[in-house]
């Protein structure tokens, strides 16, 4: 047979009822009705061409052709499971891949990894900057990225969705750096366009204009002087979030990274 056709959930359902010798008793391990246990029974006995139980006087007995095959069974039950440990051994890792924008982990991420790691001296980090990289082919476990909400995947939103204009110097100029993150006020004059949130920063402090930053970026320069406010922060539909594909989400090492993220 196949290994594509092997009845995986019956020959699990007659491992049970070889053990206990009772339906009853399998359908209670298994949480089913032991109408079910005996429906998967006869249709594993169907696919086989074989009988498998004979009902005695004495109650329910196995047949020569089921104990003849129920020590290699249970050997490849023992084998799934190795593997399926195996499998999930990276949730107790203490590695981390994480994707995220280089000025979000300048600004706001890698101080809070340093305080995570703080009591906890054999976590390890592999950072890269490219918060859109496939999670397959870059074997991520984690996403910083600058959206709306998780879309597809799980995740918790790491600051407010709020964005502040700055700039290094409230009397000079008022020409604006531009940056597909945000649209400018109309009509305002353009300085120069830049690539991304992190470029607007950098040129910003350096003074070559106005820009319109997530507040989470702007905050310390703000709080040490180097850039000043054009107004209070607002709110804004767009904020950080930290985002997995669900397999990788519900890791223990990855949920209590989140955690402590998220709070």
């Known amino acids: 047979m196949k290994r594509t056709h092997?009845?995986?959930?019956?020959?699990r359902v007659l491992d049970a009822a070889a053990r206990h010798l009772s339906f009853t008793r399998a359908a209670d391990e298994l949480a089913v009705t032991p109408a079910a246990v005996g429906q998967q029974i006869r249709a594993l006995e169907d696919v086989l061409g074989?009988?498998?139980f004979r009902r005695t006087s004495r109650g329910l007995e196995l047949t020569s052709e089921a104990e003849a095959g129920l020590d290699t069974l249970r050997e490849g039950f023992l084998r799934f499971e190795e593997s399926v440990q195996a499998?999930?051994?990276?949730?107790s890792s203490s590695r981390y891949a994480i994707a995220a924008p280089r000025e979000?982990?300048?600004q706001w991420l890698a101080p809070r990894l340093a305080t995570f790691r703080a009591d906890r001296p054999e976590v390890r980090f592999q950072l890269t900057a490219d918060g859109e990289a496939d999670f397959t082919e870059a074997n991520l476990d984690l996403a910083v990225?600058?959206?709306?909400?998780p879309g597809d995947m799980?995740?918790?939103q790491l600051a407010p969705g709020e964005r502040v204009s700055v700039t290094a110097d409230a009397d000079a100029p008022g020409d604006w750096i531009e940056w597909p993150g945000f649209a400018l006020p109309e009509g305002e004059r353009v300085a120069m366009g830049v690539a991304d949130a992190g470029q607007a920063l950098a040129c910003a402090l350096a003074g070559l204009g106005r820009a319109i930053l997530p507040l989470p970026l702007a905050a310390?320069?703000?709080a040490e002087g180097r850039l000043v406010s054009l107004g209070e922060a607002e709110p804004c539909r767009r904020a950080y979030w930290l985002v997995a594909p669900r397999p990788q989400?519900?890791?223990?090492?990855?949920?209590?990274?989140?955690?402590?993220l998220g709070r």
Not at 6 to 11: I, R, V
Not at 145 to 149: A, I, K, M, S, T
């Open 220 to 222: 310390g320069a703000l």
């Open 87 to 91: 499998m999930q051994a990276g949730q």
């Open 6 to 11: 092997l009845p995986l959930n019956a020959l």
């Open 154 to 156: 799980e995740g918790v």
């Open 249 to 260: 989400w519900r890791q223990a090492k990855v949920r209590a990274l989140a955690d402590f």
């Open 104 to 106: 979000f982990t300048a």
């Open 145 to 149: 990225r600058f959206v709306e909400g």
């Open 50 to 52: 074989v009988v498998l």
